[in-house]
């Protein structure tokens, strides 16, 4: 069983920047590519980042590309979220999830997800 634990999220002001981490226990880290997803009040979840089991690959959503990053230490166990010149359009729960299979951006081919961890962007 595979259990993800999300943090860093908070109430800051647009401009900022913030960094979200999950930490994976359970299974070998290693084996699984990562993901983050956000949900805004009243919309559904959507992708945000993924990351394969290396690091080597990372996967963008549009709507935050040149101003998120996310990155991984295996050792760690703990895939990152940096988050650099924040939007209030950004507010949303932040989920993080883990994949067996190759990185994407499909919610339905994460096998675990984590609980959230709220950012909220005051403009």
């Known amino acids: 069983q595979v259990q993800l634990v999300e943090s860093g999220g908070g109430l800051v002001q647009a401009g900022d920047s913030l960094t979200l981490s999950c930490v994976h226990s359970?299974?070998?880290?290693?084996?699984?590519?990562m993901g983050w997803f956000r949900q805004a009040p009243g919309k559904e979840r959507e992708f945000v980042a993924t990351?394969?089991?290396?690091?080597?690959?990372?996967y963008y959503a549009d709507s935050i590309k040149g101003r998120f990053t996310i990155s991984r230490d295996n050792a760690k166990r703990t895939v990152y979220l940096q988050m650099n010149s924040l939007k209030s359009e950004d507010t949303a729960v932040y989920y993080c999830?883990?994949?067996?299979?190759?990185?994407?951006?499909?919610?339905?081919?994460?096998?675990?997800w984590g609980q959230g961890t709220q950012v909220t962007v005051s403009s």
């Open positions: 990351i394969n089991w290396k690091g080597s690959m990372t």
């Open positions: 359970g299974r070998t880290f290693s084996n699984y590519a």
């Open positions: 999830a883990a994949d067996l299979g190759p990185p994407g951006p499909e919610l339905s081919r994460y096998d675990y």
